[in-house]
Nanobody, 130 residues
Framework: VQLQASGGGLVQAEGSLRLSCVAS????????MGWFRQAPGKEREFVAA????????SYTDSVKGRCTISRDNDKNTVYLQMNSMNPEDTAVYYC????????????????????????WGQGTQVTVSS
């Protein structure tokens, strides 16, 4: 699976961005998808994830209520809609794919673990100005 992220850019505080990640290769609907980010000088962290058919999602606390992850399996694309952005959202955002978790409980328990993801996109820069 090859992943291509896009949609990053410069946005003012309280603004919005929608990131996209297009997958090519093996059947997209076989994979759970995640978004991670890495801010300058910090480790890469989990942002959000969505199960293979889009029925379940998970978010890190700092983006709950502001971000929505979604997917369109017909278009092999996963999205991250970010609203009410703040400077702490500044980071390189990566999309990632993992083999679908066998159950909801496994998805929730493991979706934040970066080692579970087999494929990574190249990252897209998001900068939020104050």
């Amino acid at each position: 699976v090859q992943l291509q992220a896009s949609g990053g850019g410069l946005v003012q505080a309280e603004g919005s961005l929608r990131l996209s990640c297009v997958a090519s290769g093996r059947a997209f609907s076989n994979y759970d998808m995640g978004w991670f980010r890495q801010a300058p000088g910090k480790e890469r962290e989990f942002v959000a994830a969505i199960r293979r058919m889009g029925m379940s999602t998970s978010y890190t606390d700092s983006v709950k209520g502001r971000c929505t992850i979604s997917r369109d399996n017909d278009k092999n694309t996963v999205y991250l809609q970010m609203n009410s952005m703040n400077p702490e959202d500044t980071a390189v955002y990566y999309c990632a794919a993992r083999s679908a978790a066998p159950s909801y409980s496994t998805f929730i328990a493991t979706t934040r673990d970066q080692s579970q993801y087999d494929y990574w996109g190249q990252g897209t820069q998001v900068t939020v100005s104050s």
